[in-house]
């Protein structure tokens, strides 16, 4: 049962709109000390975690857990550099390993405080801390992985793991990366769906019977990817929204063909 009166009882307004993604609140900053201390851990643990992550001496002087401790943490917290803050958040959270309970507890409320918060991020298992995008986003990158790995296309599976490691990355993401990583588990299920191995995405979509104007969309996709994700021009940046979209529509590509052909083979086997 939900230790909140307002999730018991269906009370809320759902996830605020994202508007924090490179930077870290002053609100994050301190509910990471807070959060850590409800998983059980003291003032002096958690000065011990965020100064090796900062490489920071703890304050000799600082001999008490309550006020001179807890105010260390939260000084610390409060001027190291704001994706610092997201590493501190990781280690602690990795730290809590052995320790079921308290680790689900801070994973959940750091979570619960991203979506309130409207901070683009999230405590993903085993993963870590990794870039969140809309309702859309997040259901098209989880429901690809799981088609993938239940059809047994681990290669492809891999692809989107890697798309949202590159999206992820702190301070600067590698969007590039991660659309080239979408595009790429596009073409392993179109390689494996096609029997051809060796061509190219743009050489198989029309191979791939594709409905109109489906497949010109997907043309369009395939040559938007190759200028911009394989041809890397000197002074480009993808914005976080044309990565999002592109690994977004990737990912519904792909469970499309790959769900498409599961009901081709389902209904030629029970004639």
């Known amino acids: 049962m939900s230790r909140y009166f307002s999730d018991r009882h269906g009370f809320g307004s759902g996830d605020a709109a994202i508007t924090v993604r490179e930077d870290a609140p002053p609100v994050l900053r301190y509910a990471i000390a807070e959060i850590s201390r ?3 851990l003291s003032p002096t643990a ?3 975690i965020v100064c090796a ?3 920071e001496a703890p304050d000799p002087n ?3 857990e309550y006020p001179n401790i807890w105010d260390e943490v939260l000084r610390l917290l409060d001027t190291c550099e704001w994706y610092k803050v997201y590493d501190i958040a990781e280690t602690i959270w990795r730290s809590l390993e052995y320790r079921y309970d308290e680790q ?3 994973q959940a409320e750091l979570n619960r405080l991203f979506r309130e918060k409207g901070i683009g991020w999230e405590l993903k298992s085993p993963l870590g801390i990794v870039f969140r995008g809309d309702a859309n986003f997040t259901n098209a990158t989880e429901k690809a992985v799981v088609v993938f790995q239940e059809t047994g296309r681990e290669t492809a599976a891999a692809e989107i793991r890697e798309a949202l490691k590159d999206i992820s990355r702190r301070p600067v993401p590698d969007r590039t990366g991660a659309i080239q990583h979408a595009m790429a588990a ?3 299920a179109a390689r494996d769906l096609t029997g051809e191995p060796n061509l190219t995405l743009g050489r198989l979509i029309p191979r791939l019977n594709v409905p109109r104007p489906l497949d010109s969309a997907l043309e369009k996709l395939w040559g938007y ?3 911009n994700g394989r041809h890397i021009r000197e002074g480009t940046q993808h914005s976080a929204a044309e990565a999002e979209l592109v690994v977004s529509i990737a ?4 469970v499309f063909l790959i769900q498409r052909e599961t009901e081709i083979s389902s209904s030629a086997d029970a004639l």
Do not use: P, Q, T
């Open 186 to 188: 596009v073409e392993c």
């Open 53 to 55: 992550v900062l490489f």
């Open 251 to 254: 990912c519904a590509v792909s």
């Open 225 to 227: 990817a190759s200028e």
């Open 38 to 40: 409800r998983a059980g």
């Open 62 to 64: 600082n001999w008490s």
């Open 46 to 48: 958690i000065r011990s």
């Open 104 to 106: 689900e507890l801070f």
